[in-house]
Nanobody
Framework: VQLQASGGGLVQAGDSLRLSCTAS???????????MGWFRRTPGKEREFVAT????????NYADSVKGRFAISRDNAKNTVYLQMNSLKPEDTAVYYC??????????????????????WGQGTLVTVSS
């Protein structure tokens, strides 16, 4: 499975941006399996969890730092997940990576915040927020 992320760019604080990530194969199945998520990395820091979506009709979880500002959604027919980022802040500046797995976890809201739970990764797209 290959993941193609896009939508990054340079914006000003307070602006919005939407990232997209398209998988080359189906991730979500009819049996409530599969998830796709977003992580980000800033220079000198570990890659951190941002948001994830799983199950049917699409349950979500967010990092505290983006709750209320970011929204993850998906289009199953297009094998695509989106990250709508509103009220962007300079501290949101990072390379954003999408990730996917076809597995199902008993406690997805916990496990899907961890990088190791995902099997496929995209190449990353840079988001720069100027103050």
């Amino acid at each position: 499975v290959q993941l193609q992320a896009s939508g990054g760019g340079l914006v000003q604080a307070g602006d919005s941006l939407r990232l997209s990530c398209t998988a080359s194969e189906r991730i979500f199945t009819n049996y409530d399996m599969g998830s796709m998520g977003w992580f980000r990395r800033t220079p000198g820091k570990e890659r951190e969890f941002v948001a994830t979506i799983w199950g049917s009709p699409g349950r979500t979880n967010y990092a505290d730092s983006v709750k209320g500002r970011f929204a993850i959604s998906r289009d199953n027919a297009k094998n695509t997940v989106y990250l709508q980022m509103n009220s962007l802040k300079p501290e949101d500046t990072a390379v954003y990576y999408c990730a996917a797995t076809r597995r199902r976890y008993a406690s997805p809201s916990y496990y899907l915040t961890q990088e190791s739970r995902y099997d496929y990764w995209g190449q990353g797209t840079l988001v720069t927020v100027s103050s």
